[in-house]
């Protein structure tokens, strides 16, 4: 096939097995959604670049290197969403959501668009799941939120250690950038030329870097921790004790700050113990929402990355008997019917399509793993029933197919 015809680098199909694991991950996600009642929000895939600029952030990888921008025909600089939640906040204040309920509790689900090199569960077009809550400032909200994130990790049985940390706010945020920036002045000469290049202007980036040196070099770093006011001491411990109190394990990560710059008080990620690589990924936002126009609105929320969950989940098994139609002869009016009968009493029912003998067609049944293979010949049409065969035991009766249960 000439290279035109290929999808483009980072693009995927999804299909069998791995779509079975896809649609295994969001259901069980929708499941677990529904019982927390969450509600379902969907937002455009395009946005005016600006709505992630300057949510995410300037200095960001995702906002510098990883976005896809375009303009349209009138000039517009539009982006296919990198992340779910810039969006997620637009739709909030445009539709006035705020008006209408003290606080919102929202997930939405589809594709993400990042320009990243592609390897084993990173592409170009990827999925999320994520929540959004919206109105509520206090910390049984954050550890709600994780609990929520350790019971789809826990219905997935994928091993993955949830990490935690507190960013601060405008309050107490200040005074530790400076102090960071002068420790990163301290250790320049260990880290990378982009540490270097960001350490001034977005210094806690510096400990997200991926490079070994840079790793090293802030291992020792001023921690966030050390500087939070009392409100958000008080907030990060009760977050830890209600955790704690609920029987979820975590790790405090001094050094984890999460890739966007939105985030405040408390940010966490799930890394799997496998792939050591994140699969859950969230945290506070308390003043996105305002920057955006919107009212001061106290928010949170967290993405789940389906095609890194993919890695870890087994496929599930399948859940139904299937029922496969066998047509001998010229029966069809009849085994349409027979089709429809079994159908409406709920069976999984594929009908023959391929021509031959009976062989042939055992062997596709079996090929397909079907658990009966129903035969309608000219005989069992003029009886009214089918031949109905047991493809594990080989065991074939003729029944009304109104009995079959
Ligand atoms: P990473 O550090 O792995 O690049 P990130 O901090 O960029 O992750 P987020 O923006 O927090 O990721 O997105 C949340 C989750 O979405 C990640 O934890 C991951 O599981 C998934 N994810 C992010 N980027 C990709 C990608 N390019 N392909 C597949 N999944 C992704
Ligand atoms: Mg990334």
Redesign the pocket.
């Known amino acids: 096939m000439s290279k035109e015809f290929q999808a483009p680098r980072?693009f995927h199909d999804i299909l069998g097995s791995d779509l079975r694991k896809f649609r295994r991950i969001t259901s069980t996600v929708r499941d677990i959604l529904k019982r927390y009642n969450y509600e379902e929000i969907i937002t455009p895939v395009v946005e005016f670049a600006e709505v992630f600029e300057r949510s995410i952030g300037e200095t960001t990888?995702?906002v510098q290197k990883?976005m896809f921008v375009f303009t349209d025909r009138k000039g517009r600089r539009l982006a296919l969403r990198?992340?779910g939640t810039a969006g997620v906040v637009r739709a909030y204040i445009q539709n006035r959501l705020y008006t209408q309920k003290p606080y919102h509790k929202l997930f939405y689900e589809g594709p993400?668009f990042?320009y990243?090199r592609?390897q084993a569960?990173?592409?170009?077009?990827?999925?999320?799941i994520?929540v959004e809550v919206f109105g509520v400032a206090e910390p049984h909200a954050d550890a709600e939120l994780l609990k929520l994130a350790d019971d789809i990790l826990k219905a997935l049985n994928v091993r993955a250690t949830l990490e935690i940390n507190s960013l601060g706010c405008r309050v107490c945020r200040p005074a530790y950038r400076e102090a960071l920036v002068e420790y990163l002045n301290r250790v320049s000469d260990q880290l990378c030329k982009v540490c270097v290049d960001r350490k001034d202007r977005n210094p806690l980036r510096v400990l997200?870097c991926?490079v070994e040196t840079c790793k090293e070099a802030v291992k020792e770093a001023t921690k966030m921790v050390d500087f939070l006011c009392e409100e958000c001491r008080e907030h990060y411990e009760k977050v830890k004790a209600y955790l704690t109190n609920l029987g979820v394990s975590f790790r405090e990560n001094h050094n984890l700050v999460?890739?966007?710059d939105y985030y405040t008080r408390t940010v966490f990620?799930?890394v799997s113990e496998e792939l050591d690589?994140?699969?859950?990924?969230?945290g506070r936002y308390d003043y996105l929402v305002e920057e955006f126009g919107g009212p001061p609105t106290p928010a949170l929320g967290?993405?789940?990355?389906?095609?890194?969950?993919m890695l870890l989940v087994e496929e599930p098994e399948r859940d139904y008997e299937l029922y496969f139609v066998i047509p001998f002869g010229d029966v069809h009016a009849y085994a349409l019917k027979v089709v429809d009968v079994l159908r409406k009493k709920g069976k999984v029912v594929e009908l023959s399509y391929r021509k031959g003998g009976l062989r042939k067609q055992l062997e596709l049944a079996n090929r397909l793993s079907a658990d009966y293979a129903v035969i309608v010949g000219e005989e069992e049409m003029k009886e009214g029933v089918v031949s109905l065969k047991d493809m594990r035991t080989g065991e074939q009766r003729k029944v009304k197919p109104e009995e079959i249960d």
Request: overall charge negative; charged content about 30%.
């Open positions: 980072g990888d995702i990883e990198p992340e993400m990042r990243e592609p569960g990173r592409y170009r077009q990827f999925h999320q994520g997200d991926k999460r890739g966007l990620e799930a690589v994140a699969v859950v990924a969230g967290f993405a789940v990355g389906v095609e890194r969950l």
